[in-house]
């Protein structure tokens, strides 16, 4: 374009210089060896530019002819170059695309047509031709070559970084990151995997310096950096917690002025002023993060910050929390939280539930279901708010490459990228399905509240009745007594280890009516499928019994009053009763019988 305009002008420049002359005439006279020579100006002029033009043409075909066989050559070497470039361009785009037969025949054709130290391109195509075709050491002789030259010595370095950590030796890998990172910091590959390396050492200071020189070579951008930093600081923090608190606070206060909403950094700086007794200044690290971000962790450090705090103080603490970020999820829950271990269920309901409505998830119903627990006890109600919870999303937790954590960690265990871990929900819940799990759908199909259930049970207690004793008859000298040993009761000869009775007259013993049996209440507990007889005395006052021999004293023999009616009279004292036998007492021979039915 510039040729075209230099051309432009300097024709219009001709042009108004003929022009010029045209206008102004005149003649112009020549004397040379004695001859005049008269022409005009216009004539002298256009004889001088068409000599020029002459000239210059003359000198061009001169030159042309002079150096006719080096531009012969040189087109010639031209045009073996452009075809040796054509090669090694579609060498390099065949092994890329993994075409190892066509990347072979172009690298032959390259290193025909060019030299290589001419192009040093030709070492990386036989090496990516080496590769493809599984040979390994040439391919990685050929990286050794090029980390020799100084002008491959970058791309030979990681040609040998990638192989080493394709063959598992991470530490030759580290080495080769380590030199490239050395004598080139720009490098973002190298740069970063000597940073990832001194994360996972451990080595905190090392990879905060490397991290500057990465930021002063603009390798990675000012927020990023800061970002990084923030990171390491805080790693750094949390591992010297436990041995020295104060310069812990240090770093985390110096991670946080780089990184204001960094929650890890603002909880060990808060750990740290309460080792001290110093709760102003953690609440004063905890509520502007909180504002920024809030997180359950804050809040239950928040709360919980003085020991000896009680329920009630706790609730306010918490709703302090929310007063700084009102209507959010995680400030509802933690006074929902609050209230329940206050005991003012109506509060830590409500506040539950506005939790839900603005984002349903499985922590917010389990709670629901521990206030029904803790107020109620109805299980209908809690195995409600509980099968809500399994079909509600998952709790946000800490994240990186799909591990989760209960704890933040500044490099993941995967892949040791640093500052991987998110705050978000598992990736593992968008596979299930996606089910309406609102809070006031769960309200209203919540069921009511179940009445106690009251039972009734009766007691019965039998009441003695007070008789008045018989008199004492004494038997006369000269009565003949009768034995009554043949009519012992089956029920007094059952009794172990109980003496004989003796022998009684057959008036002492009244006959026997079969009616309802009476449970005999001076022994075992009583029989429930025995029916008491209403009004029925207990005992009866005893009756003598006259001796059967002389000189023997009378001995006293009670006799219930269902004996003396007729009535069977369970026994106790015994082997248990048979259930399917009935006793009864009858008068017939003097005998007592068992009925069974």
């Not at 910091?185 to 905060?208: F, H, M, N, V």
């Not at 985390?252 to 700086?269: E, G, I, M, R």
């Not at 004063?284 to 504002?291: I, N």
């Not at 009763?577 to 005998?591: E, L, Y």
């Amino acid at each position: 374009m510039t040729r075209i305009v230099s051309f432009v002008v300097i024709v219009l420049l001709i042009a108004v210089g003929f022009a010029w002359l045209a206008d102004r005439p005149g003649v112009l006279a020549i004397t040379w060896q004695g001859q005049l020579i008269e022409m005009s100006l216009m004539v002298a002029a256009t004889i001088v530019a068409t000599l020029v033009a002459a000239i210059m043409l003359v000198w061009w075909m001169i030159s042309t002819l002079w150096n006719s066989p080096h531009m012969a050559r040189r087109y010639f070497r031209a045009r073996k170059r452009d075809r040796g470039y054509q090669a090694l361009s579609t060498g390099l785009i065949a092994a890329g695309a993994g075409n190892a037969l066509l990347a072979r025949k172009m690298t032959a054709r390259t290193q025909g047509l060019l030299s290589a130290d001419q192009e040093p391109l030709i070492h990386l195509l036989e090496a990516q031709a080496d590769l493809i075709e599984g040979k390994y050491d040439a391919a990685r002789r050929k990286f050794e070559a090029m980390a020799n030259d100084p002008e491959t010595r970058e791309l030979g370095l990681r040609g040998l970084y990638i192989e080493a950590r394709r063959q598992g030796a991470h530490e030759a890998a580290l080495q080769y990151a380590e030199d490239a990172a050395r004598n080139a910091p720009y490098l973002p590959w190298a740069a970063q995997a000597t940073l990832e390396s001194k994360c996972r050492s451990g080595e905190w200071d090392d990879a905060i310096r490397l991290l500057d020189q990465q930021k002063a070579a603009h390798v990675i951008e000012r927020g990023e950096a800061e970002r990084l930093k923030a990171v390491l600081l805080t790693a750094k923090a949390e591992e010297k917690f436990e041995s020295d608190p104060k310069a812990a606070r240090d770093d985390a206060k110096a991670a946080l002025k780089l990184s204001k909403a960094l929650v890890p950094a603002a909880l060990v700086a808060a750990k740290s002023y309460l080792r001290e007794d110093n709760l102003r200044k953690a609440a004063a690290v905890l509520e502007p993060v909180w504002r920024a971000e809030p997180h359950p962790q804050i809040a239950e450090l928040y709360v919980r910050a003085r020991s000896g705090d009680t329920a009630i103080d706790r609730l306010k603490r918490a709703e302090r929390l929310e007063s700084l970020k009102p209507n959010n999820i995680e400030s509802l829950f933690a006074v929902a939280q609050a209230a329940l271990a206050a005991q003012d269920f109506d509060k830590a309901r409500a506040k539950a539930q506005a939790a839900a409505r603005i984002a349903p998830r499985e922590s917010i119903f389990l709670l629901l279901a521990d206030i029904e627990e803790a107020e109620s006890g109805d299980q209908g109600r809690i195995r409600h708010w509980m099968a809500q919870a399994l079909r509600a999303p998952r709790d946000p937790a800490w994240v990186a490459d799909g591990i989760v954590s209960e704890k933040w960690h500044p490099v993941s265990p995967v892949s040791g990228r640093l500052d991987a871990f998110e705050w978000k929900a598992p990736f593992g819940q968008l596979e299930g399905p996606v089910e309406d799990v609102s809070v006031d759908t769960a309200l209203a199909s919540l069921p009511d509240v179940a009445q106690p259930e009251i039972r009734e049970r009766i007691i019965e207690i039998p009441v003695p009745v007070k008789t008045e004793p018989k008199p004492h008859i004494e038997p006369k000298a000269d009565a003949k007594i009768e034995p009554m040993s043949e009519i012992k009761p089956v029920i007094e000869a059952s009794k172990p280890k109980a003496p004989p009775a003796p022998a009684q007259s057959p008036q002492a013993v009244s006959p026997a009516k079969t009616e309802e049996p009476v449970p005999f209440f001076g022994g075992a507990p009583d029989d429930p499928g025995v029916k008491k007889a209403e009004g029925s005395p207990l005992v009866e006052p005893a009756k003598p019994v006259v001796p059967t021999s002389p000189g023997a004293k009378p001995s006293v023999q009670k006799t219930t009053a269902a004996e003396k009616e007729g009535e069977a009279v369970p026994f106790f004292g015994g082997l248990p009763d048979d259930p399917g036998v009935k006793k009864t007492s009858a008068a017939t021979d003097g005998k007592t019988r068992l009925n069974l039915f």
